[in-house]
């Protein structure tokens, strides 16, 4: 018989993977927004053509925050000394203390740079593996992969999104989002479920590169949007499947013939005590419904407000360090994304591959 298992997450946070640094609204053509990834402070901008940029926010000569600087549209002026810096190069342009004589070679100075990419309403930035203690920066490397996009399979569809600082470290919240038997508690809503509808349910799950899927499903029955949904869209099956990958995405699609609903979430760590969720999801369904965009942030909203209300009163008892464990069945995804990151962490360590913690498909049993 399993017995339940001791865990005590330790808030380590992943580098080279692509994280939401801001929402797309939140930085305005040649503005500026300051950002938290990973406890590195960032300054978030466009240039003149719109195209975003992420560079550290201090100044390598003496740590002035670049966001306190002069932004003309290519480059960014510390307020301290005027050193200027390509903004998506980070490479200096001047330093206009410096003489005729004097050869200092201003190229060979950066101040840290990080790849942007925008779409579905976020900037992402990718973070790399930080380099060796007191080195300076140089031009940054080339992502090896490009950042996460929301799933889509049609020409037409409507997107929402919407985001919540959370009080606590990215594990938590992580293993908040993939926690099966909390809906019935956390989310009640007379347009959703009801406690009383707890009902035991098997899923079937499967490794895949960097994370574990719930296979393609029938849609729970306790659900009313689920309910819905199999009345509107008349197919002959309604499935949904949901992904979670490194270092913190669930991806969840829903397909009930030419029509779908789909959704990426992430929990983006700041700190190691506090995180951010951001939800944006695409759909087809419903499309020709009078504010259907509105009507779903709304839902969104409200489940990510019982979240974040949630992790604001689990806090107070985590203040205490408690001792905390997992039970089988319904918490295995949370051993697994444990695991995972631990096998990550130990590969990037040693240079070696990632050992997958799932030997091959497996079947939970839970209750909710």
């Known amino acids: 018989m399993d017995t339940p298992q001791r865990e005590a997450p330790d808030s380590a946070m992943l580098f080279g993977f692509w994280y939401r640094a801001a929402a797309s609204n939140h930085v305005p ?133 919407l985001s919540a600082e959370l009080p606590c470290s990215v594990d938590h919240g992580i293993i908040g989002l993939m926690d099966p038997a909390h809906g019935p508690f956390v989310h009640q809503a007379w347009w959703w479920r009801s406690r009383h509808s707890i009902h035991e349910k098997q899923k079937n799950f499967e490794p895949i590169p960097n994370g574990f899927r719930m296979s393609a499903h029938t849609p729970s029955s306790n659900s009313a949007p689920y309910k819905l949904l199999r009345l509107y869209a008349d197919a002959d099956s309604i499935t949904t499947t949901i992904d979670f990958v490194l270092p913190n995405l669930r991806l969840e699609t829903i397909r009930a013939g030419k029509y779908w609903f789909s959704s990426l979430t992430t929990v983006t760590p700041i700190t190691r005590n506090h995180c951010r969720i951001d939800v944006v999801a695409a759909w087809n369904i419903f499309r020709w419904i009078p504010f259907s965009a509105g009507l779903l942030k709304f839902a969104f909203a409200k489940f990510v407000e019982q979240d974040r209300r949630t992790m604001e009163d689990q806090a107070e008892g985590l203040k205490h360090n408690p001792h905390l464990m997992l039970i089988d069945d319904a918490d295995r995804p949370a051993k697994w994304y444990f695991q995972l990151k631990a096998a990550h962490l130990e590969a990037a360590k040693s240079g070696g591959e990632v050992r997958h913690p799932m030997p091959g498909p497996v079947t939970l049993k839970w209750r909710s």
Not at 99 to 124: M, P
Request: charged fraction near 25%.
């Open 29 to 161: 053509r040649r503005g500026l927004h300051k950002a938290m990834l990973l406890e590195i402070p960032l300054v978030v901008g466009r240039d003149a053509n719109g195209i975003p940029f992420a560079l550290r926010d201090a100044c390598p000569h003496r740590g002035m925050p670049l966001s306190c600087g002069k932004f003309d549209g290519p480059e960014l002026e510390c307020s301290y000394h005027g050193w200027r810096f390509d903004v998506h190069t980070g490479q200096c342009q001047l330093i206009p203390s410096l003489t005729s004589d004097q050869k200092l070679r201003v190229d060979r100075i950066y101040a840290g740079s990080y790849a942007c990419e925008e779409h579905d309403n976020f900037i992402w930035v990718f973070v790399p593996e930080p380099g060796p203690a007191g080195a300076g920066f140089t031009k940054a490397p080339d992502p090896p992969f490009d950042a996460p996009r929301v799933p889509i399979f049609s020409k037409r569809y409507k997107t929402a999104h």
